[in-house]
């Protein structure tokens, strides 16, 4: 029966269309899928102690500490929330905020200022100050120019959820070795 055909008889119901339209197929005799079977992976286990041993290597806090950018001793860095309004922004750069409580971290080891920075940003949250200062210094590695504190500084508080704006320091406050950090004051 053609298409046209079909459509000409107004009278057909659903039932004798779709007999119509399947008229010329045949039915499957199986309704078992045959699946390939897959091949063997001999490394899955190593891969999946691996996997999991990075994870616990490069989150610590919910902190990283992989794919670190490198940042000269003399660079200004600094981030802000996109919702943060300019004015408080630049206030905060200009060092107009006065920070209520610092922290020391150069001359630590990176395992070591990753736990303090942590728990002192737990810390000063829970106080409900606003503005506070981290020193984190300009130490360098040898011939690569990075400095390598700092460099864990920057991309760890981008990752604090508490954490709105922060700028590199005023040099009476430390200049290119310190940040100014604006904290949420309200949940």
Known sequence: MSDDRLFDNENLDDEDLFRSAMSGIKPIKSDRVLLKPSKKDINLQVKRAMATSADEKFVVDNLSEGNMPDIKPSDIIHFKVPDLPLRAYQTLKKGEIPWQEGLDLHGKIVEEARGELYAFIQDVRAKRYRSVI????????????????????????????????????????????????????KD
């Open 134 to 185: 981290v020193v984190h210094g300009k130490s360098w590695i040898e011939g690569s120019g990075r400095a390598e504190l700092k460099s864990f500084v920057n991309v760890w508080l981008r990752q604090m959820p508490e954490v709105l704006a922060f700028h590199s320091c005023l040099p009476v406050d430390g200049g290119t070795g310190a940040v100014y950090v604006l904290l949420k004051t």
